[in-house]
């Protein structure tokens, strides 16, 4: 049994014996049951005037025992270089768009922050529509994807990439009412053949 973060323990075998019974409980009725119970105490605790320190950090332990974890299915490598030219040129296009006019703003942190998730997803998870079943009781729609729309220039750079989106289009980021552009916002109406939904603004699209 390793030492308490509190400072030396006074009573190791009652601290023991603690331990074993919370083992017991997650054994016999599960860590469900074992986390009320310590709820309860730590209620007690504080309406008997145990001053408690409030943490937001919990020792967090993944379901998932690292040894049943399988292998990741692709090249952790590639993958981060090409998340590296991602969100280089998620960047960019903001960068270079608020030069031409500072009026138009666009985030770039939004994406930066999220591209770990985006990158995982569009590379292992996520599914495009089935064009040869689009119809009928077996049709395959494919995902329906609702990406933040603040993120919107990692979906271009990204789309740079795979040639979906050419470099005169990462320039009129913002612009697209001049004809050509890209849509700060995600929206099928302004990019028809991209997005699929209308995400944009606080989520409010989805809902209605």
Do not use: K
């Amino acid at each position: 049994m390793s030492t308490p973060r509190f400072g030396e323990d006074p009573d190791a075998a009652e601290t023991r014996e603690w331990i074993e019974a919370l083992e017991s409980v997650i054994a016999s009725q599960g860590a469900e049951r074992a986390h009320q119970l310590l709820e309860i105490l730590l209620e007690n605790a504080r309406r008997r005037g145990a001053a408690l320190p409030y943490s937001p950090n919990t020792s967090y332990v993944n379901t998932i025992p690292a040894a049943a974890e399988p292998e990741y299915p692709g090249d952790i490598d590639l993958e981060y270089r090409l998340r590296s030219y991602v969100r280089w040129n998620a960047m960019a296009t903001v960068v270079r768009a608020n030069r031409r006019d500072g009026s138009l703003g666009g985030h770039i942190a939004s994406f930066s922050s999220a591209a770990v998730l985006y990158d995982v997803g569009q590379n292992h998870f996520f599914r495009v529509r089935h064009p040869q079943l689009a119809d009928g009781p077996h049709a395959d729609c494919g995902d329906m994807v609702y990406v933040q729309g603040h993120s919107s220039p990692g979906m271009y750079a990204r789309s740079f990439l795979e040639g979906r989106i050419s470099e005169a289009q990462l320039d009129l980021f913002r612009t697209e009412t001049a004809g050509g552009g890209l849509s700060s916002y995600p929206h099928p109406w302004l990019m028809p053949d991209y997005w699929q939904f209308p995400t944009v603004s606080m989520g409010l699209g989805p809902i209605m």
